[in-house]
């Protein structure tokens, strides 16, 4: 981390002549269990991970924004006093939607030179668009004083990826990343956005493990799958498929294809899950944990159908070693990205070796591993 922020200010020196008055830190975010339960208004267990987007950064007094991507290479520039338009270079959109929605609520504040510094893995899943989007948000507000409420910012965040970016996703992503608390998971109930805190054992790792498998059709699987809820949804006659019971799916199970059913059947039980799975947490119950996190996985691979053939080979390779002492599932939106595992400090070295040796044996695929533990969400870094 140090290393990251040292960086960061270096190139705001080299780039615009003079030292950044702030450094702002916002992490990327691993969930634990609750998996496309967001948008159906349930509830998901995230945790901010100890791998971050960095942002240096200093007041203008003119209306200029000017910012540097230093992992892409990449330059934009625009004038708070014009409307701010989408930009050609599809990172900056980002970073450019929050600048707009920031706006909408708060006009006064003037330009800022930035640096944009990360090492949230991209596209993997772990949330590195909302790592960015937190941390300009967080920088403006601090910056320029505003009366920003963390869940607010969340919100402004989410429009921005949702608006600007044209990404349809869930409020979890911006939300674990602004409120993230150390050493806890965070189970928000996406319907009034409540949170409760809960400790996460000490004696076990976050291990995520990207699976390396590229998917092309994410986005149009992941808004058929959008689709498929709000069909069941209204065929249950429930506003969200938060409100619908097995009891009520089974009693309609005729009236929908096998397929919206099945749809239906994971986001029911997962949001079930989800809630016994915080509170499995919470006690330290390791065993009844690894149970939930395998039904999760079972879930999302028979029922919604969202896994692949080389992340379930993981996922077993996994569970192979870890036996009853944690758990092990996919994570994120699916059709690929990373696998999620709890797991005893000493174990992590065992599973390593395993899938190293079994997984490229396997899959022909090559895996990446993330050691992580959870953390604060966005805020000052002092320099
Ligand atoms: P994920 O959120 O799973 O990492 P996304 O496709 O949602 O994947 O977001 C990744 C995109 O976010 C990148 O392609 C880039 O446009 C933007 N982004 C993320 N981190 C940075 C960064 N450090 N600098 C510039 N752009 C970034
Ligand atoms: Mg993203």
Not at 9 to 23: K, M, N, R
Not at 134 to 160: G, R
Not at 292 to 298: N, T
Request: aromatic residues 6%; negative net charge; charged residues 20%.
């Amino acid at each position: 981390m140090q290393k990251m922020i040292q960086e960061t200010l270096s190139q705001f020196q080299t780039h615009y002549g003079y030292p950044a008055e702030l450094v702002i830190q916002a992490p990327g975010r691993v969930n634990l269990i609750g998996e496309h339960t967001d948008y159906n208004d349930g509830f998901v267990l995230p945790c901010a991970i100890n791998y971050s987007t960095f942002i240096a950064s200093k007041k203008r007094t003119d209306h200029q924004v000017n910012i540097i991507a230093v992992d892409f290479d990449g330059k934009d520039n625009f004038d708070l006093s014009k409307p701010i338009n989408k930009s050609e270079q599809g990172w900056a959109n980002y970073v450019r939607g929050v600048f707009k929605y920031v706006q909408e609520l708060h006009s006064d504040f003037t330009g800022i030179d930035l640096i944009i510094h990360g090492n949230v893995p991209l596209g993997a899943g772990l949330s590195s668009s909302a790592a960015l989007e937190v941390s300009i948000a967080t920088t403006i507000k601090t910056l320029y004083h505003l009366p920003i409420d963390p869940k607010v910012l969340a919100k402004i965040c989410q429009k921005a990826e949702n608006k600007f970016v044209g990404m349809n996703c869930g409020i979890m992503d911006q939300f674990i990343s602004t409120l993230g608390e150390k050493d806890h998971a965070l189970l928000i109930d996406c319907r009034n956005l409540e949170t409760q805190s809960i400790s996460m054992p000490t004696n076990l790792s976050v291990v995520i493990i990207n699976s390396n498998v590229k998917h092309g059709l994410v986005d149009s699987e992941y808004n058929l799958r959008r689709q498929q809820c709000e069909e069941a949804a209204q065929i249950l006659n429930v506003p969200k498929l938060r409100d619908a019971t097995i009891e009520l799916l089974e009693q309609h199970k005729t009236k929908m294809s096998n397929v919206v059913y099945r749809r239906a059947k994971h986001i029911i039980t997962e949001n079930t899950r989800t809630l016994e799975a915080a509170k499995a947490l919470s006690e330290n119950n390791i065993t009844k944990l690894g149970e939930l996190m395998q039904a999760g996985h079972l879930s999302m691979k028979d029922d919604f159908e969202i896994t692949a053939p080389a992340v379930d080979a993981l996922v077993d390779i996994v569970k192979s070693v870890l036996g009853n002492k944690g758990g092990v599932r996919m994570t994120g939106g699916g059709f690929g990205g990373c696998v999620v595992a709890l797991a005893p400090h000493d174990m992590v070295e065992p599973i390593r070796k395993a899938v190293e040796k079994e997984y490229h044996a396997q899959t022909g695929l090559k895996e990446s591993f993330y050691i992580c533990h959870a953390m604060n969400g966005a805020g000052k870094v002092s320099i």
